[in-house]
């Protein structure tokens, strides 16, 4: 594609230096084309910073449709909930693998309910220490990230069924 057939489309897509555009296509080998379409639809997208009409819907609005909606849906089927929980589970699997949490300013702890590694900051960087359980405590740690929606299902099936007594 020359300069000119290029400068034409970026005028036709409504660019301010069409020729700016093109040149800087052809001679300095960057996708401009693209990188305008998308910074283009970008822009559209961004809300003008005086525009508040997307955030004024009255509360009271929100929580009866809220209500109106949780009324009239339907359960899901005893498959569609055990769905709910897999995936939930799965989410909280693979999350587990990345919690972590500071003891002080040099000290940081990888690992929830089991600690799998540790890491310490020398000036600007951070040392890890791992051992032989770094790998069984990251295996128990998503196995009981798997498990726990399922065990709180469990538990919640259990109390509904138990008898009251009076």
């Not at 405590?137 to 299902?153: D, N, S």
């Amino acid at each position: 594609m020359n300069q000119g057939t290029l400068a034409a489309l970026f005028e036709k897509l409504g660019a301010r230096d069409p020729d700016g555009w093109a040149r800087s296509q052809l001679q300095e080998q960057v996708a401009q084309l693209a990188r305008f379409l998308f910074l283009r639809q970008a822009w559209r997208a961004i809300v003008d910073e005086g525009d508040s009409a997307w955030i004024e819907v009255d509360p009271i609005v929100q929580i009866a449709g809220a209500i109106a909606f949780a009324r009239n849906r339907r359960v899901p089927t005893t498959s569609g909930r055990r769905t709910l929980v897999v995936v939930a589970s799965a989410l909280l699997a693979v999350a587990s693998i990345f919690v972590s949490y500071p003891l002080d300013s040099s000290h940081r702890i990888l690992g929830f309910p089991f600690m799998a590694a540790a890491f310490e900051k020398h000036g600007a960087r951070w040392e890890d220490f791992v051992g032989p359980l770094t790998l069984p405590a990251y295996v128990g740690k998503v196995i009981f990230a798997f498990m726990l929606p399922q065990t709180v299902i469990l538990l919640w099936r259990w109390r509904a069924r138990r008898p009251t007594s009076c």
